[in-house]
């Protein structure tokens, strides 16, 4: 009896693990002019190591990003303060964290999910992109904002994928600082954009041409 007793709790243990996990909500979209951190964070060691490593003021909420579990920190409302804590984030606990925002006055609406195409059909060369950082846009299924996003930038764009999903590719660059000032650019354009760890992004074409 005392052994089946265990065997039935370790069951019904494993299956509220397993309920945990499939509770963990979707991350909520940063307010207008918010910056958000969204720290990569999918054991329960890495969540309670970086809770450890933040002050009590900076509020914390594990959620759901791209399928990936992060720990979504917000209130910012500076890049730079964003930007110095990812940094901290990184060098202190040693986990990846992705700085997103939303223009002040977006003229871009959201679509329905599964509504993303792709600018242009063509054959793709897939490969990923090396160290450092990529700054994505959402196109929300309007080819048009690759000409406003190379205005944007001074340069050609791309096309990758990041977390199963495409996006335009504003700016490859080991450098942090052109990286942050090219997402700054974006948002005061209106554009939604993130900064990623560029090695998980996949470069499907370096320049896209409508």
């Known amino acids: 009896m005392s052994t089946t007793s265990f065997a039935y709790a370790g069951l019904i243990g494993g299956m509220s693990s397993v309920f945990a996990q499939q509770a963990v909500p979707l991350c909520q979209p940063p307010t207008a002019g918010e910056y958000l951190l969204l720290v990569v964070s999918p054991t329960a060691d890495n969540q309670k190591q970086l809770r450890s490593a933040l002050p009590p003021e900076l509020k914390t909420i594990n959620c759901k990003y791209l399928n990936e579990t992060v720990t979504r920190i917000g209130g910012f409302n500076k890049i730079d303060d964003a930007n110095r804590w990812a940094r901290y984030v990184s060098n202190i606990v040693g986990l990846s964290a992705i700085i997103t925002t939303r223009p002040t006055t977006p003229d871009v609406q959201p679509p329905q999910q599964g509504q993303l195409q792709q600018p242009q059909q063509t054959v793709y060369n897939p490969q990923a992109l090396g160290e450092g950082y990529a700054v994505l846009v959402d196109y929300y299924n309007r080819p048009e904002l690759v000409n406003s996003v190379q205005q944007v930038v001074g340069g050609n ?3 990758v994928s990041y977390g199963q999903r495409p996006y335009l590719l504003a700016v490859y660059t080991t450098n942090q600082t052109e990286a942050y000032n090219t997402l700054q650019k974006l948002n005061n354009g209106g ?20």
């Open 191 to 210: 554009f939604i954009a993130s900064i990623v760890d560029s090695r998980k992004v996949i470069l499907l074409r370096s320049t896209v041409r409508l």
């Open 157 to 159: 764009v791309g096309f």
